[in-house]
């Protein structure tokens, strides 16, 4: 079917949304373009990022140059938890989204920001899905995490509580921060992708970094045009992981129930407009 992209391109795609990446199409300054985010993000996540993390960057030789093949990162990545990226246009429909991870596929966009979107873009591109999201898909027990939360994510479609299932996202996979030997560490796409928030996550006197809950961040709305306010800070992947055991929907329920929790946040979007 054909669709018209976010950025307003018109697309061919399949059920699932995968396209071909085309990798023998980029062109030379696209891959360039890679190689200097790639130089000035590692640097800047060398003692930011969780150890995770950076294992995983390592591991995917994700700093062979240039924008990876998807075809030959997706063997090096099956072979540690069995995940395979898939090249998509842009976002895909939420359904779509969850299904794929259920099946350990990670939908990545095939394009890459252009030179004025260096620093910010809205739209996941392939940096901010490569580079920010893969080296953790590397880890195991993250892996598994990741595969919970499409499975639980189909429920939720179902159960209506899309928006709180997209809570659970934005603050983990997006936005976590995770704690390690009494420091905080960055593992959120989000912000390991940005090169203003990988600093001012952790050092910015401003944002809140409360414990994470999975009640609490199913009731916490956010925006996603602005800097964040807030960042949960997980124990360790493991406990994240074990947080999405067992059947999940009662608590989706009763998040659904309880309502939004009340934004106090001065600076917030919501006090503006309560
Ligand atoms: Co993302």
Request: aromatic letters at 12%; charged letters at 25%.
């Amino acid at each position: 079917m054909l669709i018209t992209t976010a950025m307003g391109r018109e697309v061919e795609v399949t059920g699932d949304y995968s396209i071909d990446q085309n990798w023998d199409q980029i062109p030379s300054a696209d891959h360039e373009r890679w190689d200097r985010l790639y130089a000035r993000q590692s640097k800047i996540l060398k003692n930011r990022a969780c150890p995770e993390f950076l294992e995983g960057l390592h591991a995917l030789e994700l700093s062979s140059g240039g924008i990876p093949n998807y075809e030959e990162l997706s063997d090096r990545l099956e072979k540690r938890t069995g995940w395979r990226i898939v090249a998509v246009p842009d976002l895909v429909p939420d359904p779509v989204f969850f299904e794929h991870l259920a099946n350990r596929r990670f939908p990545a966009a095939s394009f890459i920001r252009d030179e004025a979107q260096l620093d910010y873009i809205e739209e996941p591109d392939a940096f901010h899905d490569i580079f920010g999201h893969v080296p953790l898909i590397a880890n195991p027990v993250f892996a598994d995490f990741l595969a919970q939360f499409g499975k639980v994510g189909v429920k939720a479609v179902d159960l209506g509580a899309l928006q709180q299932h997209a809570r659970l996202y934005w603050f983990t996979v997006e936005f976590g921060l995770i704690r390690r030997n009494g420091d905080l560490k960055i593992y959120g796409a989000g912000i390991a992708s940005s090169k203003g928030e990988s600093i001012y996550s952790l050092e910015d006197d401003f944002p809140r970094r409360p414990d994470y809950d999975l009640m609490t961040v199913l009731r916490t709305p956010y925006w996603n045009d602005d800097i964040q306010d807030k960042y949960f800070v997980a124990d360790s992947f493991q406990s994240l992981f074990e947080t999405l055991s067992g059947d999940l929907m009662p608590l989706y329920k009763e998040a659904m129930r309880l309502g939004d929790l009340a934004h106090t946040d001065p600076r917030s979007k919501l006090a503006e407009t309560a």
